[in-house]
């Protein structure tokens, strides 16, 4: 069936350095990929999507490419901050379901 | 837009008691809504789907006759966790889904449920 794989935290950062949450994902057919963003006891939010192969979603400074020859959907950041911490949770859609990843802690030291 | 909210966002309840989760679109019809169950620290469970005016879709492992779930309307689903366990706390969420055909889910802010 299809899956998610994300890259185990937590990831650690000083602010202003680059980030990159790892997501690899396997489905059939053509699935949208999505990154949320969880905050302390809250729900998620969407960080950005995309929808077909090649296809780059980006939102606050966030990217992501749909890569369909790796099946990847990497996080990246340039310049991470200390109110980017939080839990980012990479997920796919496709047949009306999604399927989330087991989620990325993310701690930003200033 | 495209705003979810839940209610409450926390609620506390003796074990054997029946409690009641509202989830609603403010902004937009929801013709499909989802119910998730988050244990700390780990990702979101899918436990069903529905679709305004038909029965949800339980996912393999979930009690229908616990979680009862209503979708009666095109902004408002309710979940109802009957006889309410300990095992039943945690971290229970709704998304909502406008358009047919569309895959973009919005989330509400979750409720906390903690049985005593």
């Known amino acids: 069936g299809d899956s998610v794989t994300q890259m185990e935290g937590p990831v650690t950062l000083s602010e202003e350095a680059f980030l990159t949450i790892n997501c690899t994902y396997t489905?059939?057919?053509?699935?949208?990929l999505f990154w949320y963003v969880q905050y302390p006891g809250e729900g998620l939010q969407l960080l950005l999507k995309?929808?077909?192969?090649?296809d780059k979603g980006s939102n606050k400074g966030f990217e992501a490419t749909y890569r369909k020859e790796t099946t990847s959907f990497h996080l990246e950041k340039g310049s991470v901050q200390v109110s980017d911490s939080a839990v980012y949770f990479c997920s796919l859609t496709g047949g009306f379901k999604t399927i989330f990843g087991a989620g990325t802690r993310l701690f930003v030291k200033a | 837009g495209a705003v979810v909210s839940q209610h409450p966002s926390r609620v506390i309840c003796k074990s054997g008691t029946s409690v009641k989760i509202e989830c609603r679109s403010l902004?937009?019809?929801?013709?499909?809504m989802f119910w998730y169950r988050q244990f700390p620290k780990q990702s979101l469970m899918l436990m069903a789907t529905s679709n305004e005016g038909s029965k949800a879709t339980y996912e393999q492992g979930v009690e229908k006759d616990k979680f009862l779930i209503n979708h009666a309307s095109l902004t408002l689903s309710t979940l109802t966790v009957t006889s309410a366990h300990p095992e039943d706390s945690s971290f229970y969420i709704c998304?909502?889904?406008?358009?047919?055909?569309?895959?973009?889910?919005?989330f509400g802010p979750g409720t906390r449920l903690t049985v005593l």
């Open positions: 998304s909502a889904s406008g358009e047919v055909g569309t895959d973009t889910q919005y």
């Open positions: 489905a059939t057919g053509y699935p949208s």
């Open positions: 995309a929808t077909k192969a090649d």
């Open positions: 902004d937009f019809q929801a013709t499909t």
